[in-house]
């Protein structure tokens, strides 16, 4: 199975831009990338998911490197709501749900 | 509407007490999911149901028995649960099950068995 490696955390302050990476160099053609967090006490929620071309919603951005093995999540202007565990997540074409790593926390000041 | 609802939000039981988690969603989508979650760890699928019919169980013991009365209903039926079964149980529903849809996560009950 293809895995991805977040760090554990990383930290920013509000209203700048926070760039989360991912790691997955053993990635499939016909894999997924997909990004959820989850803020304290609540359940996952979806943020973003590409396949190939960069994507761009109203949440943030997702950047795919050419040879697919790395991907980043930006949220363009931090807010204290950001602050949440990020999980970069590979979904397979042979598989039909999701496989939650450890993911980042994200914490951010004021 | 992009809600998927759970009730309770919260759930005491004994481990010899019978209960049932109910999760609910009104987007049309046609595949739902329980996950468990165990504190400072991320989720863990348990079960996934495509139209109506179970399509993935990841060997999760018979004292949890998961049921799709329709498509927008999805229980989770607790008997003779451990302690260890204490945990967040989380419901999602997506259009369809397949690696191009996202999932759309409830709220989640915490279950605290004593």
């Known amino acids: 199975d293809a895995k991805t490696t977040q760090p554990n955390s990383m930290e920013s302050n509000e209203e700048e831009p926070v760039h989360l990476p991912c790691n997955h160099s053993?990635?499939?053609?016909?894999?997924?990338i997909h990004w959820y967090r989850q803020l304290p006490s609540q359940g996952p929620e979806y943020v973003i998911h590409?396949?190939?071309s960069n994507v761009n919603n109203r949440m943030a951005s997702l950047a795919i490197a050419e040879d697919r093995k790395s991907s980043t999540l930006i949220l363009h202007r931090a807010t204290l709501r950001d602050a949440a565990v990020y999980y970069c997540?590979?979904?397979?074409?042979?598989?039909?749900?999701?496989?939650f790593g450890k993911g980042t926390m994200l914490l951010v000041s004021p | 509407d992009t809600e998927v609802t759970q009730t309770p939000k919260h759930l005491v039981m004994g481990m010899t007490n019978k209960k049932s988690l109910k999760c609910e969603q009104h987007?049309?989508?046609?595949?739902m999911y329980w996950y468990k979650q165990k504190a400072k760890k991320p989720p863990e699928l348990m079960f996934v149901?495509?139209?109506?019919?179970?399509?993935i169980n990841e060997s999760v013991p018979s004292r949890f028995s998961p049921e799709c009365p329709n498509s927008s209903l999805l229980n989770l039926h607790l008997h003779a649960l451990q302690p260890e079964d204490s945990a967040l149980y989380l419901c999602?529903?997506?259009?369809?099950?397949?690696?191009?849809?996202?999932?759309?996560f409830g709220p989640g009950t915490r279950l605290t068995v004593t």
């Open positions: 999602a529903s997506s259009q369809a099950v397949g690696p191009l849809y996202e999932q759309y």
């Open positions: 149901y495509s139209y109506e019919k179970l399509s």
């Open positions: 053993t990635i499939s053609g016909t894999d997924y």
């Open positions: 997540i590979l979904a397979y074409s042979g598989y039909s749900t999701l496989t």
């Open positions: 987007m049309g989508h046609r595949a």
């Open positions: 590409g396949l190939t």
